[in-house]
């Protein structure tokens, strides 16, 4: 069968499991479980961007947000760019929702992270559940373990009775076949955070201006160790992982040296300055150990950090103000690219395999594995290019921007069908 058939066929198969009640005259309901903590603006970032996919393609829905984490002024945010979606508070707002609403969508992130609570729904209501771009890790980004086979043959039957299952990179679709997914819709869908479109424009103008940087004359920056050190946050309350401290340790400076010898060579060959900026709370620290203090006198002149942790708004009015942003980070980049704004991507096997989405958009070129040597040496050279030659990086994001959107027409269409 075509893949288009089989896509229409199984289409077919969801609308009529879905209809809603004969008689019924009210908008459809749908949970959105998602917003996993406010410490990393890319998980911030997958809330506002699947809130503002279902905004634009299910205009006629009523959206319920059921968070994990909505502190550290995220509510606010949401609040303020969202004012019709209902935030679920407390046991009573949850039963009410469980009642009320038609259907359960699970939000992008970095495996099925709510897997408990949409079995407590399909236990609790009987009524259908989706997921929408995540991945599907064997090794848990949390763990240098592999994930028992037992638990992954759970996460497996969840998935299988899901109406539909977006992954946001096709190695992990491609391991849910393996496994024996039979969910009837399994396809590739980008992550949430590409549809982001927050803005602190104001906050972004206040800190370029004082600190020198011109729109379109500024490359962003994002270290990042092999394991997040939630350690180093009070309000994580996690006990240091020495086996974790001690990777990180081992790696940071392979995993950093070339970051610093493209800021070098950016600066010495280009007029652009560098702003080295965080995408989690623990990322200010690295950048200025790994990134800042070991250069150059004359380089370091040109190149600002960033000592504070931000909001995914004023992050990406900063973005879009740049000429382009490289690092080990996977979600700025998604947002940038997401707001047409060059973005490189440097993985490697710690952070599961999300990066490959870069390769499923058509910027496998801006995709740098730093556990395999040959990709590290090319770093540079790619970095230098994007600096070097801005219309082409442009043109080169807008093509990847393309694919994002015709992809995230086509499985919110899905979502679309399975609300009926």
């Not at 972004?204 to 994002?222: N, R, S, T, W, Y």
């Not at 994007?386 to 043109?395: E, F, H, L, Q």
Request: aromatic content about 8%.
């Amino acid at each position: 069968m075509l893949r288009r058939d089989f896509l229409n066929a199984s289409l077919a198969s969801v609308v009529l499991t879905s209809l809603p009640a004969h008689g019924e005259d009210r908008p459809r309901r749908l949970l959105l479980r998602s917003s996993w903590q406010t410490v990393n603006i890319g998980d911030i970032g997958h809330t506002p961007g699947v809130l503002r996919l279902l905004e634009e393609h299910l205009p006629g829905v009523e959206v319920r947000l059921w968070p994990s984490k909505v502190d550290n002024g995220v509510e606010e945010m949401l609040r303020a760019r969202f004012p019709k979606v209902s935030i679920v508070k407390g046991r009573g707002d949850l039963d009410n929702a469980f009642e009320e609403c038609d259907f359960l969508l699970h939000s992008s992130g970095p495996s099925l992270v709510a897997e408990n609570d949409v079995v407590r729904w399909r236990e609790k209501t009987g009524k259908p559940y989706g997921i929408y771009g995540i991945t599907l890790p064997m090794t848990g980004s949390a763990s240098t373990q592999p994930t028992p086979e037992d638990k992954f043959s759970k996460t497996i039957a969840v998935l299988s009775q899901a109406r539909f299952v977006f992954f946001r990179d096709s190695v992990s679709l491609q391991l849910a076949k393996d496994k024996g997914c039979t969910s009837p819709v399994m396809e590739f869908a980008p992550d949430g955070a590409f549809a982001v479109d927050l803005r602190d424009d104001a906050a972004a103008d206040a800190f370029l201006q004082k600190h020198g940087l011109v729109p379109g004359e500024f490359l962003c920056c994002i270290p990042r160790l092999r394991y997040t050190p939630y350690w180093t946050i009070p309000e994580k309350k996690a006990a240091m992982d020495p086996v974790k401290q001690a990777r990180n340790e081992a790696m940071k400076e392979h995993d950093h040296a070339q970051l610093r010898e493209a800021i070098v060579r950016v600066v010495r060959e280009t007029k652009l300055k560098i702003l080295v900026c965080p995408e989690d709370r623990t990322q200010m620290a690295v950048g200025k150990e790994m990134l800042v203090d070991p250069l150059p006198e004359d380089v370091k002149a040109r190149v600002v950090w960033r000592p504070d942790y931000w909001l995914t708004g004023e992050a990406v009015s900063t973005y879009v103000r740049s000429a382009g942003l490289f690092g080990n980070e996977m979600h700025s980049p998604i947002m940038c690219i997401g707001n047409g704004v060059p973005a490189i991507v440097c993985r490697w096997a710690e952070q599961t395999s999300k990066g490959f989405m870069w390769r499923d958009i058509g910027l496998g070129d801006w995709l740098f594995d730093l556990d395999r040597e040959e990709d590290v040496r090319r770093i540079v050279s790619a970095v230098l290019a994007m600096a070097k030659d801005p219309a082409s990086a442009k043109a080169k994001a807008s093509e990847g921007l393309a694919k994002v959107h015709r992809r995230q027409r086509e499985s919110m269409a899905v979502v679309k069908q399975a609300l009926g």
